[in-house]
């Protein structure tokens, strides 16, 4: 009972600042809740003797929730671009090129989501907030307690970013593809 009132102190200490380590990884619609949960799984625990950092255990758990919810709402992502391919091949004539449309808008898509992982931190934040979620830059500015011009800047890198990421992607992918093609062909002579 002593590690669970331990716990409970840690905490109530660390809330703030387990906060923003959570913020960096998923929306702020979601923070709350997440921290929420640590406190609820450290609770849940019954052999607490045997771990050794509770603070770092508490963050530890955050963290794993935090990265829990992306792979959640990346497979929602997935479930929901699926479900819509479904119902575009089931109401389409020309399935063929419909599905070879549909190949195509997965890779970009795939494409898009490498560029925007490799844009900077704080970039990255501000151009999820924007381009994900909607958020004005009045109520970005004031989550991430930077002005609205530099939002706007980081909106505008990571735009920019992300379109020569895109380019280039799709340079490399279809002088793959001309490789390809010159391959077969050869092999057909």
Do not use: W
């Not at 849940?44 to 959640?72: G, H, V």
């Not at 997935?78 to 063929?96: C, F, G, T, W």
């Not at 970005?140 to 011009?149: D, F, G, K, N, P």
């Amino acid at each position: 009972m002593h590690n669970n009132k331990m716990f409970h102190k840690i905490y109530l200490a660390s809330r703030k600042s387990l906060s923003r380590i959570i913020s960096r990884m998923v929306p702020p619609h979601e923070i709350e809740d997440i921290v929420q949960e640590t406190y609820v799984r450290i609770c849940q625990i019954e052999n607490t003797d045997k771990i050794e950092s509770p603070k770092s255990f508490m963050y530890k758990t955050a963290r794993n929730l935090a990265l829990d919810y992306l792979k959640q709402a990346n497979v929602k992502l997935v479930d929901n671009v699926e479900n819509m391919l479904a119902i575009e091949l089931l109401l389409s004539d020309q399935n063929k090129d419909e599905m070879y449309e549909n190949a195509l808008i997965e890779n970009e898509f795939s494409h898009f989501c490498d560029a925007v992982r490799q844009l900077p931190v704080q970039c990255r934040k501000v151009f999820v907030l924007k381009k994900v979620y909607g958020s004005s830059q009045r109520e970005i500015a004031e989550h991430l307690a930077i002005s609205e011009s530099t939002v706007e800047k980081h909106v505008a890198s990571g735009m920019k970013r992300c379109t020569l990421y895109m380019r280039k992607m799709k340079n490399h992918s279809c002088k793959r593809d001309e490789n390809l093609t010159d391959n077969y062909m050869g092999s057909e002579l």
